[in-house]
């Protein structure tokens, strides 16, 4: 037998005039049973259907800690930075760059208080997150501040503030001569680039010590001008750092901040608000519409990206972001061994430390340390092409603690029979310089100046050949040893 119908209502019908004409009228409902509707939507729940699909997604979120987007096992240098909404796609997914490849350079630029400096952050926490230490390393030039916690980290081979500016300079000139022995590397074996050169390394189980290496420079515009020097050589850096392992990645106020010849050579950029929206790298309407939430940034494609911040931790509320990111460095950077140190000159250099017997054998002295690979410069003040010596500066410098060092110096590789002192010392600052042994005259006074003087030019005199010798005594002479000893010099 057929189930008879559920009697069911229904939300205002039309009712019957009195007067006989059909009036459209709202009936009142009656008071039992289900109308149509709640039939339909209870039999829709019962079969359990997907949801439809929504035609917009959800709006970025304003904040996403790291670990909401991480991903782990990409490309060797692909680096986690937030979260990209695709609203043509109708779909939201993780973004980062692969450093790898050919958006190896990146420039971040973005009006203050946008999140230049907590994108670098990012950038730094993901490499530290995903990457060993003998893989990746970082050196951080540090002008806004916001980078010092990274020193902790063991791929951290230096963070130099705005304090640093010698740091500053050695670190970029650390990474030229590296690329200037990988080069080497590279020619000398025939390879194409530094991914031939390290299937070289691992087969022959050695390499140069360093991994791929991240310059991060915050605050480009304020280096330029406190370092003359740094555009020419982070340029020169950009220009050959895909092929060499060296990778530049730089904040900036505005993209004139970054000339030409080096934002030619940048090809990763992320454009964050900026300050006037014509100066975007990405076209105006884009820019325009770019929220005005931190880190909220244009990337390929003119697609919105919330970047990420530099934390771990799901965004606790209770924990504020600096402790969270010093939390990340400290605690959960991959472990290994620490990046190389960035070498530095040192302070003083104790003559008691140099290897005497090596310069008595080279027939040296050391004059100091060099500042383009610090190791002690040679010296030798007997030989034609060095005779004479000139220090200059300013009063409390060093010039007369760099004599005294030099007269030790030659007195510790020289013998009284090869050298002899005389010295104008009016300051009386070379007292207890040189030996006895070697001093041939020591003027204190103005006028024991004019008797050290006399004396060294008989001394001279007797070494010049006499008038009329001839190009065979001539000769002879310059064949001829110096004398020696008490006569003074070689």
Known sequence: ?????????????????????NQPALAPAPAEGPTELDLLVERL??????????????????????????????????VTLGLADHPLRQRQQPWGIDFGGELGHLAIVGGRRTGRSTALRTIAASLLLTHDPTAVQLYVLDRGGSLQALAGAPHVGTVAGKADPEVARRTVRLLSRLVDQRDGELRRLGLGGIDELRRSWRERGSGDGFGDVFLLIDNWGTATRAFDWIEEEVTALAGVGLSHGIHPVLSADRWG??????????????????????????DLRATRGLASTPGRTLGPGSCQIQLALPRVDGGDPAIDPDTAFR??????????????????????????????????RRREVPLGIADADLRPVPFDLLVPDTQHL????????????????????MTRVLSPEEVRFHLIDIRRGLLDAVPAAYLGG??????????????????????????GAGR??????????????GAGGR
Not at 442 to 458: C, D, F, K, P
Request: proline share 14%; charged share 25%.
């Open 1 to 21: 037998m057929a189930r008879p119908a559920e009697p069911t209502r229904r939300r205002g019908v039309e009712a019957e005039d009195p007067a006989g004409g």
């Open 45 to 78: 729940a019962a079969r359990e259907a997907a949801p439809a699909h929504p035609v917009w997604v959800t709006p970025l979120p304003r904040q996403l800690s790291l670990d909401a987007v991480l991903k782990r096992g990409g490309g060797p240098l692909e």
């Open 257 to 282: 901040d970054i000339r030409p010849a080096l934002r030619d050579r940048i090809p990763a950029r992320l454009q964050l608000r900026p300050i006037d929206p014509a100066d975007s790298a990405y």
């Open 327 to 360: 939390d990340l460095v400290k605690r959960r950077a991959h472990p290994g061994p620490p990046a190389p140190p960035v070498p530095l000159l040192p302070l003083t250099v104790p003559l008691g430390e140099m290897d005497w017997v090596e310069w008595r």
């Open 390 to 409: 000139v220090v200059c500066g300013d009063a409390r410098c060093g010039k007369t603690s760099f004599l005294r060092a030099l007269l030790l110096a």
């Open 442 to 467: 020591h003027a204190m006074t103005a006028s024991a100046v004019e008797g050290v003087v006399v004396s060294l030019r008989e001394e001279l005199a007797q070494r010049v050949p006499p008038a």
């Open 472 to 485: 065979r005594d001539l000769a002879e002479t310059a064949a001829r040893p110096w004398p020696r000893g």
